[in-house]
């Protein structure tokens, strides 16, 4: 066969796997419209952002979080875009809570058709500064928050044969990061039950879907906890999370998200940098951690400052952050239910 041949048969091959796909997705694709969707962590930041783009697609909307003022403020933003909206205090680590969550989407809503797991905390430190502590804490609320969630809707998803769950990992549960040492943990423990629940899932129709987002300008930065030399942890932090070439915008990593849920995509890395940090990573890991390791050695802050206490982004403003360095996540801040009326930080 001549070159040209080749090129043919390999077009006409491309096209026909490209159509195919196409097919298969739009033959598999779930429609959000009269759906009941629960979002826990869905009072602020992404988790808010994710609910206003399921009430735009016609759903019914839960979410879930712990302060009650958030809430409130959470319902009415999600009313005023003309949704059926739920908003209900509830602390995922707790199972029994979240069993009573469920159930009373369900005697509002109907039965749980999509789950959004992406209720979470991170704190940012050395090692030094981390205690046992920090450590459960992660991981009862970025880990067992979801498995409670996972257990308390699966069986009525099992009946109708079918649902949509999506987990909210992180970069940081794929490459673990330094100064998030107890947040990466969590998260790479959230990945691992995601992949293996789409595989045992998948035979009663239920699709799960793993999230793992790079740096996201949700606002988010004001409500991070911050231990030791807490100014220059959340320098960094603030930092990479208001640049646009390290970031992706809250709504652009929602609607993303969306369209994973949709079509049923296994797994998604958020932002060019994390795809290529993972890429790297699956390439060459000992490169990505001797980097990662001079990157920690030369540039992060040491132990010392507030040591194992803990204080929120807000709280660690100093002139090297000044406003100026940080206005687009500010903006965020502000628009995604970050910031209380009378300035006083959201925990």
Known sequence: MRGKDWALALGAAGAGLWLARWAYRHATRFNFLGKTVLITGGSRGLGL?????????????????????????????LAGHGGAVLA???????????EDA???????????????????????GPLDTMTLDDFHRAMNNNFWGAVHTVLAVVPEMRQRRGGRIVNISS?????????????????????GLSEGLRTELARD?????TICPGLMRT?????????????????WFALLDSLWATSTS??????????????GEAEVVLTLPAKAAVMLHNICPGLVEDTFALVNKLLLPGPGGIGTE??????????????????WTDEASRENNEIKPEGVISH
Not at 49 to 58: D, K, L, S
Not at 70 to 76: D, P
Not at 174 to 186: D, W
């Open 171 to 191: 970069i940081g549960g794929k490459i673990a990061m330094p100064h998030l040492l107890p947040y990466s943990v969590s998260k790479f423990a959230l990945t």
């Open 205 to 209: 129709g239920i699709t799960v879907t």
């Open 219 to 235: 606002g988010s930065h004001r409500n991070a906890f911050f231990k030791g030399q807490h100014r220059g942890e959340f320098f």
């Open 49 to 77: 952002v994710m609910a206003r783009q399921f009430v735009a697609e016609g759903a019914r909307v839960a979410v879930c979080a712990r302060d009650e003022e958030e809430l409130q403020r959470a319902e009415e933003d």
């Open 310 to 327: 803990m204080t929120t982004g807000e709280n660690s403003r100093s002139a090297w952050t000044p406003r100026w360095l940080t206005e």
């Open 102 to 124: 469920v159930r009373r989407v369900r005697n509002l809503f109907g039965p749980v058709d999509v789950l959004i797991n992406n209720a979470g905390t991170i704190a940012m």
């Open 88 to 98: 209900l205090r509830c602390d995922v680590s707790d199972h029994k809570a979240v």
């Open 250 to 263: 809250a709504e652009a990593a929602a609607r993303r998200i969306l369209d994973a849920c949709r079509y």
